[in-house]
């Protein structure tokens, strides 16, 4: 282990950064530790956003990000990192209006991302983003006056908002641009699939359709498609995606290119005294020999670890991380777990069950070898992990399914 650390600087207070200043104490760094985070609210789980603290069934309390173990750092809370300088160590921080420079001799950068706004600029009232626990508190107190509900965005917080209003018995229109849902993360196949569980629910999907305009001056009155129709809504929540928390890196010198790009250690390119970890990161993987940048909640927290562990060891010393990325999405009564990664599958097959009934396991290929298993069968897709990480023919051998 280095002994020459004496300052680390932890920026970001999500599950990634939380994880990196747990383990740098877990693993005995002794000297100073500062994690900044520009949200006031204490370090929280960001997955029941969309599902059920959206729905009222826990309320804010039961989304407290519970620690490890206690451990002693600086906390600094409502302070936003504002530019790095690598040169000197220096962190410039706004700190609740009042500029600060933090000095380190080790950083985590743990930003996350931040959600895509709408790209036609200023929108009416009640159009609204989800991202933080305010984002969510806010759409959650107009739920209360039973709007009619329009979730722009095919991806998984706009099928697990929708998922959750329709659950609440309100109307729901789901609109997507691309050819599907969950398209990018699921492929074609599934994609189909779970569009069949929305409209089978009551939703109103729109697949390929383009939102051309939002109806209503102060207030949303509903949304205009390119097709000419019309959309009522009290209520729009936007789902376009993220784009990873970097602006504040510019000029730093580190290398963003869709993300921090790391190698399989963490240690941002470069750079042997920063790591960065979770949605702002793109790791190397050593599985999938290209950079991922990866927004799962356990990935995101296996990485603040590792980032930690490589940042305290001899930067020739550092593990490589090459766990498989894994998560998981709650809508209506089925729970979709997904291990590995599918982009750029080219064989899809379902393994075990019927997609039909919901219970089910499927393995997705790329050049006669297994690269990811997606199930609604609870833990399932852990059977698939040795197979996965080996790179096993495809289809998989009757033995694991
Ligand atoms: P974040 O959680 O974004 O934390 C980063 C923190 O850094 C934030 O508090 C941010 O405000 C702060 N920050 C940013 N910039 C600065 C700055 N300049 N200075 C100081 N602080 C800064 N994943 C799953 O696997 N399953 C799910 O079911 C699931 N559901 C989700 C539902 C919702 C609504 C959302 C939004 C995400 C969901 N995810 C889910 C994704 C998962 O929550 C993320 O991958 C995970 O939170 C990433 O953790 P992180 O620590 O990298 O980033």
């Not at 990018?184 to 999907?205: N, T």
């Not at 590995?340 to 069950?353: I, K, L, M, Q, R």
């Not at 690269?371 to 833990?379: H, N, Q, R």
């Amino acid at each position: 282990m280095r002994n020459d650390l004496r300052e680390v600087v932890v920026v970001g207070s999500g599950i990634a950064g939380m994880r990196a200043a747990e383990t740098l104490r877990q693993e005995g760094y002794d000297g100073a530790l500062t994690v900044v985070g520009d949200e006031w609210h204490a370090p929280y789980h960001r997955p029941p956003l969309s599902k059920k603290l959206l729905s009222g069934q826990i309320q804010r309390a039961g989304i407290d990000l519970a620690l490890q173990f206690e451990f002693d750092a600086r906390v600094l809370r409502g302070a936003s990192a504002r530019k790095l300088d690598t040169a000197s160590h220096t962190v410039h921080l706004d700190d609740d209006g009042t500029a600060l420079s933090l000095q380190y001799d080790g950083l985590v950068i743990a930003t996350g991302a931040s959600p895509r706004t709408w790209p036609g600029g200023e929108v009416p009232d009640g159009v609204m983003l989800l991202r933080t626990v305010d984002d969510c508190l806010a759409i959650r107190k107009r739920l209360k006056t039973r709007p009619r509900v329009v979730v722009v965005g095919g991806g998984f917080i706009g099928a697990e908002v929708a998922a959750t209003c329709r659950t609440l018995g309100l109307e729901v229109a789901l609109v997507e641009r691309g050819d599907g849902l969950l398209l990018s993360a699921l492929g074609a196949e599934m994609a189909e699939c779970w569009a069949r569980l929305h409209k089978q629910h009551g939703v109103d999907v729109r697949i390929g359709a383009d939102v051309e305009s939002f109806i209503g001056g102060g207030r949303v009155e509903g949304i205009r498609l390119s097709d000419g129709s019309q959309l009522a809504a009290d209520l729009v929540v936007v789902g376009l995606g993220v784009t990873p928390a970097t602006e504040w890196l510019e000029g730093s010198g580190l290398r963003i290119d869709d993300g921090l790009v790391c190698d399989a250690t963490g240690a941002v390119e470069g750079c042997s005294d920063v790591v960065a970890a979770g949605d702002v990161a793109r790791w190397w993987h050593p599985r999938y020999e290209r950079h991922l940048r990866i927004e799962h909640w356990d990935h995101a927290g296996r990485q603040g670890e590792a980032a930690a562990r490589t940042l305290l060891a001899d930067p020739d010393r550092a593990d490589t991380y090459d766990e498989l990325p894994y998560f998981w999405s709650d809508q209506y009564d089925v729970k979709l777990q997904m291990l590995g990664v599918p982009t750029d599958y080219d064989a899809f097959t379902v393994v075990e069950g019927r997609p039909d009934r919901w219970e089910f396991t499927a393995a997705y290929g790329l050049k006669g070898r297994t690269i990811a298993a997606l199930s609604t069968i609870p833990g399932r897709v852990l059977a698939y992990r040795e197979a996965i990480s080996a790179g096993a023919d495809f289809p998989l051998p009757p033995s694991v399914n």
